[in-house]
């Protein structure tokens, strides 16, 4: 027989964790119709791999493209890296469902808002929102999660407060359909507003939903760094009492935690003795780009800027809010704990609009430029530059990632979204260089260079494990019958051109917006989206949708 396509003399890694070998491929009908000995197979179009690696096409389970994928369908900054499958709607972060009393609130809950401006926003439900990504085309397979976060916002907004019980069956009712549209499971951010004003019962009610429709519960958990083993802990019971697998996100402990991360992975491995499916997921990055105010107390994060202006500008207000940072009796996220501890000196600042004298320093010497205490340069900042105040956060152990990337219930993640060199999503530039170069970054560092895992190992954890807590049994493996998404690298000249790794100097040169190389070809449902590193511009994704429903 004749394929479409044939790569030929590659060395296929089968995504398995198997021992890569020798051999031709053959593509049909968007799926791989035959492996076989090299030199077998023919096709219309033949690719001579000439050794180079042929694998699984990398699935990215943490991701918040959900947006951004609407604005740049061809999703250059994912495929570019071999990334054929983002999973969205992370973090309790969904866009749907929304109501249209609390429309100003969801947008506000995504952030930049010259991104979410672009968009016409007018989905409602969780399957219009899925619709909406049908009809823009997709360069990439998306996934979603239903967010917590967002389901609690469509019936109550950012209220502080339990709901009522008629709120809770509307929270049920509107999970529901998400679910029965195609959801993966139910996400939540417990360091976010409104997440964190959830009781524990409130998401298990929700997550039993899920649970109905053989969903699995991820979660930004309650706290990574001093509540960190409640927090998992937390997780964990949530998935007991509501009969549901757990996917613990982002699971690296962050600075001012008791632990490093054998604390938290004892707790999955003591889960897992019982007989939970409890995994986690983690990128390899140890900083942040985030915006100044999403250090400050949860509260009055979400107010519009004038009232956070004008906290900030009344000195008992600001006082107060000093000491609540400090207390963190409800734990913020991750890089607040260097505010919380007084790390100054490992937060740089990014972009200040309004300070452009500042940027490359950190706030310890911006504290001493100024000559006033960082703690009070961290709130002018806010006040003369708003949410445009980034800083780079340098808040997380290597050695704690090196740790959670040879776990075996662990699966790598980026943590980052569709990105783009060009246009609104550059301008300002974000910092991003996971959603540029993180799975070549990793074969590169951790495979190539240092070896903390085998190539094959790391494969395994990019391809067929995500794809297992999906239930996607057709992707994530090189074998007949399967979904053709793979990918085609050398893995001598794989670079991660978008990580600067720390310390940070100024000027940021190349800013991290760059594609890797080493990435020779991709292809996703049987199309060629990359060819010899170049993006063909094909929208040959899909919307994937939960098969374990009811």
Partial sequence: MIYSIVLSNGKIIDGCGNAWFWGDLGI??????????????????????????????????HTHSDLTILINPQAESAVHQ????????????????????????????YSPPSATEQLSWEWRS????????????????????????????????????????????HMQALTREGMQAGAFGLSTGLVYPPGCFAATQEIVALAKVAAEFGGFYASHIRGERETILEAVTEAINIGREAGLPVQISHNCPKFGAPCDANGNLALVEAARAEGLDVTVDNDVHTDLGPALVAGLPQEIQSRPLHEIRTMLLDPHRRAAIKTEIIQDQRPAFGPAGLLKHGQWHRIIM?????????????????????????????FDLII?????????????????????????????????CVEAPYGVLNNP????????????????????????????????????????????????????????????????????????????TYPFENFPHQYPTGIEHVFINGSLVIEKGEHTGALSGRVLKHKSNP
């Fill in 126 to 169: 969780f399957e219009d929102y899925l619709n909406a990504i049908v009809e823009s085309g997709t360069g990439i397979n998306i996934g979603a999660l239903i967010g917590h976060g967002a389901v609690r916002i469509a019936v109550m907004g950012f209220e502080e407060r339990a709901p009522s019980p008629v709120e809770l069956e």
């Fill in 384 to 416: 003369e530059n708003g949410e445009a105040a980034e800083a780079i956060f340098d808040y997380i152990d290597e050695a704690n990632i090196r740790l959670l990337l040879q776990h075996p219930a662990m699966m790598i993640c980026s943590d980052g």
């Fill in 28 to 61: 049909q009908d968007g799926h791989i119709a035959q492996i076989a000995i090299p030199g077998s197979l023919k096709g219309e179009r033949n690719f001579n791999i000439q050794g180079n690696f042929v694998a699984p096409g990398f699935i990215d389970i």
């Fill in 82 to 109: 071999g990334v054929t499958t983002h999973l969205v709607g992370n973090c309790g972060m969904s866009p749907a469902p929304v109501t249209e009393t609390h429309l100003d609130d969801i947008k506000t809950y």
């Fill in 429 to 504: 530039p974000s910092y991003s260089p996971c959603s540029y170069g993180e799975f070549p970054g990793i074969l590169e560092r951790y495979v190539r260079e240092t070896s903390v895992l085998t190539l094959e190992d790391a494969i395994r954890k990019m391809t067929s494990f995500p794809a297992q807590r999906m239930g996607l049994w057709d992707r994530g493996v090189l074998r007949p019958g399967a979904w053709a998404d793979i990918v085609v690298f050398n893995l001598e000249n794989l670079h991660d051109r978008a990580t600067n790794l720390y310390p940070h």
């Fill in 350 to 378: 990014l972009n200040a609009p309004y300070s452009p004298d500042v940027i490359g320093l950190s706030l310890q010497a911006i504290g001493e430029k100024r000559g006033c205490e960082p703690f009070e340069a961290y």
